[in-house]
């Protein structure tokens, strides 16, 4: 991995062979918004300069500043967030990238300031400081402008901010409802939001997000980031065929440039940084389990390996993307135009038993649902996305109620 950061960092034909390498699908939005403008050496992205933000933390004391309308204020002697050192070991790579987790901006973000003026409404919609009295996922930041504004970062989606304040990184923040904040400010403010829009992010509920900006309605579940380095395909549909560090590394370069409207890119070093930090993402240790589910668990992993493990064969328990077809989930991402592929990759089940509400869209409450008959017939009233059947992904549901315990009880171990 700190051979191939030489190529993907210095060399723009190695780059753009793996782009094009990893696009499963080059015809939708994500592929042909890449191949138009990535790693073209004289035009596109290439020519973006390239942006070392002065970012800190959001806290509590900027949050007392707020609700006293007094401005932000950005220290202007505040360091870059990269020194501009090329790291030369795995953990240097991986403190690096830990640095742009939670403090490289994805953009301007005007409804933050408004979470953190009104806490009741941050609270309600998953934006809460940690125990340090810092708000993860939020910085101060200058922008490419040199303007002085909040914005978002990954944490604010893929770190998770417990009851004590205790923060786990990598862990979905099914808590953020990014709908009901934007709402709440265009209720508050009065400032108008388009009628259709706001329908849409009415839908969304907490941990769910429409990430493209496409027309399709196709909000999915923020996941877990556990497991990303056993996965052959990155994203729900399978958009991207995960080779190595250079396509995640691509990937995030393109997002973190995308994200902040293509007028700046992220020094190449901060994307390989993040993309090994990913890899390094563990999730913290399980509660343990009752001595009668413990019992049920032997059992329970036979199942699996007979029913499951054809297409959750990797060792996160992951796979290779399955026709939509097959697994019969509601097919709006997979055929959507923007990242669709006609596919599902089977999610890593790392922690599964933490990772509710199930499947791409985050249509099923309960493990023990996943695997319910009753959960496909239409009198079934559990979904958080309404009343009506759950189609698709009936792997299970038809065999005996012992047999089902098992597998839960196994697929709580994991
Ligand atoms: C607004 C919330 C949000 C933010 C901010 C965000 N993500 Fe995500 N992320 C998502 C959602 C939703 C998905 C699922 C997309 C899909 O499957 O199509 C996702 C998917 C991913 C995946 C693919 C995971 C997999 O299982 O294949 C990776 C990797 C990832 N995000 C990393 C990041 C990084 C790194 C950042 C910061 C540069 C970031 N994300 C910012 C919501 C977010
Ligand atoms: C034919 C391939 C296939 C088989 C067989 C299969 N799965 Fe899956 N599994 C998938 C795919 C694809 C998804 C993602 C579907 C989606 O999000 O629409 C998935 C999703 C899941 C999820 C949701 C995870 C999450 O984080 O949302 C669970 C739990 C799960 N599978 C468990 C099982 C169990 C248990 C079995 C065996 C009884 C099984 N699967 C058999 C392909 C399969």
Same mark, same amino acid.
Request: aromatic content about 12%; proline content about 10%.
């Given at each position: 991995m700190l051979a191939e950061a030489a190529l993907y960092l210095d060399d723009p034909d190695f780059r753009r062979n793996a782009l094009v390498e990893s696009l499963a699908n080059p015809k939708n939005t994500y592929s042909r918004q890449r191949l138009d403008a990535y790693a073209l050496k004289t035009q596109g992205w290439d020519l973006l300069p390239?942006?070392?933000?002065?970012? #800190?933390?959001?806290?509590?004391?900027?949050?007392?500043?707020?609700?006293?309308?007094?401005?932000?204020?950005?220290?202007?002697?505040?360091?870059?967030?990269?020194?501009?050192?090329?790291?030369?070991?795995?953990?240097?790579? !991986?403190?690096?990238?830990?640095? !742009?987790?939670?403090?490289?901006?994805?953009? !301007?973000?005007?409804?933050?300031?408004?979470?953190?003026?009104?806490?009741? #409404?941050?609270?309600r919609v998953g934006v809460k400081p940690a125990a340090d009295g810092t708000y993860p996922g939020v910085r101060l930041f200058s922008d490419v402008r040199g303007r002085t504004a909040l914005g978002i970062t990954c944490a604010i989606c893929h770190a998770s901010v417990d009851d004590r304040g205790h923060v786990v990184v990598g862990d979905a923040r099914r808590a953020f409802d990014y709908g009901a904040l934007r709402l709440a400010y265009h209720a508050d403010t009065l400032v108008p939001v388009d009628p259709d829009l706001a329908r849409r992010m009415k839908t969304w509920g907490p941990g769910r997000a429409d990430v493209t900006e496409d027309d399709d309605e196709d909000p999915v579940a923020i996941p877990d980031l556990w497991g990303l380095r056993h996965q052959s395909a990155l994203t729900q549909a399978g958009t991207i065929k995960h080779a190595g560090p250079t396509v995640l590394a691509i990937r995030q370069e393109t997002q973190l440039l995308h994200s902040n409207h293509q007028k700046i890119r992220p020094p190449r070093e901060l994307a390989y940084?993040?993309?090994?930090?990913?890899?390094?993402?563990?999730?913290?240790?399980?509660? !343990?389990a009752s001595a009668s589910e413990t019992k049920l668990v032997p059992r329970g992993e036979e199942l699996f390996a007979a029913e499951c493990k054809a297409c959750h064969s990797n060792a996160a328990l992951g796979g290779p993307p399955i026709p939509a077809e097959r697994v019969g989930t509601d097919r709006a991402l997979a055929f959507g135009g923007a990242r669709g592929t006609g596919k599902y990759r089977p999610p890593a089940l790392v922690r599964v038993s933490a990772a509710a509400p199930y499947f791409h869209h985050g249509a099923v409450p309960t493990l023990e649902d996943v695997l319910s008959p009753a959960r496909l017939e239409p009198t079934y009233a559990r979904s958080p996305l309404g009343k009506g059947a759950v189609a698709g992904h009936a792997f299970g549901t038809d065999l005996p109620a012992p047999d089902r315990a098992a597998l839960v009880a196994y697929l709580r171990s994991l």
């Open positions: 390239e942006w070392n933000p002065q970012s #800190v933390p959001a806290t509590t004391a900027m949050a007392g500043e707020l609700r006293a309308h007094r401005p932000l204020a950005l220290d202007p002697a505040t360091p870059r967030l990269w020194d501009g050192k090329r790291p030369t070991t795995m953990a240097g790579w !991986v403190a690096l990238g830990r640095e !742009v987790f939670f403090g490289y901006p994805l953009r !301007v973000e005007i409804f933050m300031n408004w979470a953190l003026e009104h806490p009741d #409404v941050g609270e940084a993040l993309a090994l930090f990913l890899y390094s993402l563990e999730p913290e240790a399980r509660a !343990v």
